[in-house]
């Protein structure tokens, strides 16, 4: 069981700093590829933890094929998010501050699917649509920045 708190009074202090890694991936007609999690039905960008002795390149590559069956080419940098107000907490009592390194990329291979165990669902939206699905706030400022000033390297 996770919990997500953004700039909430209410949040756990962190207790935890882990290296992630997370995909804006745009397909030739301009979509996005989105994972709806498991736990909690929200829509999110696919990307998770960096491991011991992987890049953040490599991990995100292997976190986004996990998540959704897509393999990637990681194009560049949309951002770097550190902000100790965005938390994850975990039922073990571990409270996730992310150092997250957020890529941008395109579709290589691979068809959209779902982990069924992280993820429920995997689809390609169109950035119209992306104000109708619910996004966890933390998640919507990385793609808002993305998809807003794809050439500014976002820092936070």
Do not use: K
């Given at each position: 069981?996770?919990?997500e708190y ?12 882990v290296p ?129 000033d794809p ?6």
């Amino acid at each position: 069981m996770r919990l997500e708190y953004f700039h909430d009074p209410s949040a756990p202090p962190p207790n935890v700093l882990v290296p992630a890694a997370f995909a804006v991936v745009r397909d030739d007609a301009g979509r996005i590829l989105l994972c709806r999690r498991a736990d909690t039905g929200n829509w999110e960008i696919p990307g998770g933890s960096v491991e011991v002795g992987e890049s953040a390149p490599d991990a995100v590559r292997r976190e986004v094929e996990e998540e959704t069956g897509v393999l990637i080419i990681v194009t560049g940098v949309s951002g770097i998010y550190t902000d100790p107000g965005y938390v994850i907490a975990y039922s073990t009592g571990e409270v996730r501050q992310q150092f997250a390194v957020c890529f941008h990329a395109r579709p290589r291979a691979g068809g959209a699917r779902p982990d069924c165990e992280e993820t429920a669902q995997v689809g390609w939206m169109s950035p119209d649509r992306l104000d109708r699905l619910p996004i966890h706030p933390g998640v919507r400022v990385r793609l808002d920045a993305a998809l807003t000033d794809p050439d500014h390297v976002h820092v936070t």
